[in-house]
Every structure is written in structure tokens, then in C-alpha cells.
């Protein structure tokens, strides 16, 4: 049945989700990646479609920005529509110089000085983790596709916009963070207590130590790489 953030019923999903935070990227993947798509949901402008890819079903549906809105859409979908992998592809600043524009990046864990996890049920670490079982999966389809994945641990933070300086920076890049996003610390949480499986790729959109950044135009319609690592998995 419907929930108050998704008018799809069940059966309309498939058990893979690609989660873009941006819904109009989840669009784009729909219409240029899937054969035969199908809208389920409009709700909030948060879109998602079903389709086949390669001749397995697969959806992708939009999670917006933020620890709080990726964990309604990905608890629904895993409580709910009986969801058992989800693959967030998002967009990242890069905190070193290793990390370049356009890198594709696995985030082999999220830390988070957010309480988030602490809230849903008392979790106190600053640490989540991915599944090992899409780590494995997403990796084989990279390196059949030739594509490199940069393995780091990403720093999942509440505030886009802050004043804290190099200092800041100094201390995240300690916790062994290359990268800064706003989502995978929350849905890798949920992912671990409700026994399903998360992961999350990333591509680099701009830098902290670099000069470069990419348009929205191109964040939407241009990461195309890890579309294809995610959509060519075997799962």
C-alpha cells in the first residue's frame, strides 16, 4: 500500500532501488537507461521508475538531500516494499588531491558527527558501513567494465554551507574522510537494523583543494559512469 511519500503499491518495485539524491537524475537514468520504465511515484516531485535493465528489473527513485530524507525514502522502501538492496549514486567534494572531477568513488564507510543514527536507536558510533555483499558486487562490475573505483571512507555531513575553515577540514580528513557527502552515514544505518543491503557510489563533482567544479546541468545528466557500475551488478 501507498505510504504518506510513495504512491506505489507493492509489486511496483523492484527489489534493486538506484537512489540519485537529485530526482530529476533519477529520471535521466530512467529514460536513457531502462527499457520500458514505469513512473510510481510523484509525490513531492520525489520521482521513481521501474524498468529492466539487461533483463533484470530494476528501479531508481530520487532521496533528496540529507540524512533525514534519504532515511524516510530508504526505510519505506525497505519496510515497506520489501526493497532488499539499495545503491545511492550521488555527487561529492573531493578533501584530497588523489580525488579528482568525475573520479567514481566506493564509500567504504561514512563518518558522521551527526546524531542521527543515535536517534533511530541508540547507536553511538560515528561510523556506518556498507554491505559487504554489494561491495563485492559493485566492485565485479566496475572491473568488467573497466571502470576505477576509489575506495575511501566519506564524510556524511548535516551542513553544506559552514564557517569552520581549514581547521574543520584538518580534523574530517584525520577521521580518514576523502570526500564529503550528505546521505550514506544514514542509509547504511538503516540498511544494518532492518537486515537488508546498502552501498554507495559517488562521483566527484567538485574540490576543497582544487579550483574545478561541475555545473547542476552536468551533475544531473553527466555521471554516467557510476550509473553503469550500478546498473550492470549482478544482484
Known amino acids: 500500500m501507498a505510504t504518506p511519500h510513495n504512491s506505489a503499491e507493492k509489486g ?12 530529476l537524475r533519477a529520471k535521466f537514468i530512467a529514460e536513457t537507461f531502462l527499457e520500458n520504465p514505469v513512473q510510481f511515484n510523484t509525490v513531492r516531485g520525489m520521482l521513481g521508475f521501474t524498468g529492466t ?5 530494476i528501479s531508481v527513485m530520487g532521496s533528496g538531500m540529507g540524512m533525514p530524507s534519504i532515511g524516510i525514502y530508504s526505510y519505506e522502501l525497505f519496510t515497506q516494499y520489501d526493497v532488499e538492496n539499495i545503491i545511492r549514486i550521488g555527487s561529492a567534494g573531493s578533501y584530497i588531491k588523489d580525488l579528482k572531477i568525475y573520479d ?3 564509500c567504504d564507510s561514512a563518518f558522521s558527527e551527526s546524531s542521527f543514527a543515535k536517534m533511530v536507536d541508540g547507536y553511538d558510533k560515528d561510523v556506518t558501513y556498507p554491505s559487504e555483499v554489494l561491495k563485492e558486487k559493485l566492485q565485479a562490475s566496475a572491473d568488467e567494465l573497466g571502470i576505477k ?8 555531513s548535516d ?29 547504511f544505518h538503516y540498511a544494518k537494523i532492518l537486515g537488508k543491503n546498502a552501498a554507495c ?25 557510476m550509473m553503469e557500475v550500478a546498473l550492470n551488478a549482478k544482484y
Open 159 to 187: 551542513v553544506f554551507y559552514n564557517h569552520l575553515g581549514e581547521e574543520y577540514l584538518d580534523q574530517v580528513r584525520a577521521k580518514g574522510c576523502g570526500c564529503v557527502e550528505m546521505e550514506s552515514f544514514a542509509l
Open 201 to 225: 557510489l559517488l562521483t566527484i563533482s567538485d574540490s576543497f583543494v582544487e579550483d574545478s567544479v561541475t555545473t547542476a546541468e552536468e551533475r544531473q545528466t553527466s555521471f554516467t559512469k
Open 12 to 23: 511496483m518495485i523492484a527489489k534493486t532501488v538506484l537512489m540519485p539524491g537529485d530526482p
Open 53 to 57: 535493465y539487461k533483463g533484470r528489473e
Open 104 to 106: 567514481v568513488v566506493f
Open 149 to 156: 573505483l576509489h575506495h575511501t571512507r566519506v564524510h556524511s
